[in-house]
Nanobody
Framework: QVQLVESGGGLAQAGGSLRLSCVASGSIGTIGGMGWYRQAPGRQRDWVASITSGGATNYADSVKGRFTISRDNAKSTVYLEMNNLKPEDTGVYYC??????????????WGQGTQVTVSS
């Protein structure tokens, strides 16, 4: 059974930094794209950043230049380095890891979420 375990969330002051990690355990097979999403109170879950199997990255405009996504394929881990945090970055952050089968996306696994709170 595949599980994604997130860590690194917590409380930070505006202008501060946090680093999120998401580790996949179990037999996930071939991993494709990885990403981070966040959900603020009362709002829908929004995409934050993603990284392809080849290492290409994309970011939401709201975090571009402040957040960095990276991955360690050997450890089945995706990271999100968050700098210059703002109060509007507050929310529950979820990681997503995609499973590839026969060269095509087969299934997306989600983490349980980790809370990030940024105080002004």
């Amino acid at each position: 059974q595949v599980q994604l375990v997130e860590s690194g969330g917590g409380l930070a002051q505006a202008g501060g930094s946090l680093r999120l990690s998401c580790v996949a355990s179990g037999s996930i097979g071939t991993i494709g794209g990885m990403g981070w999403y966040r959900q603020a109170p009362g709002r829908q879950r929004d995409w934050v950043a993603s990284i392809t199997s080849g290492g290409a990255t994309n970011y939401a405009d709201s975090v571009k230049g402040r957040f960095t996504i990276s991955r360690d394929n050997a450890k089945s881990t995706v990271y999100l380095e968050m700098n210059n945090l703002k109060p509007e970055d507050t929310g529950v952050y979820y990681c997503k890891i995609g499973k590839i089968r026969l060269g095509r996306p087969e299934y997306d696994y989600w983490g349980q979420g980790t809370q990030v709170t940024v105080s002004s």
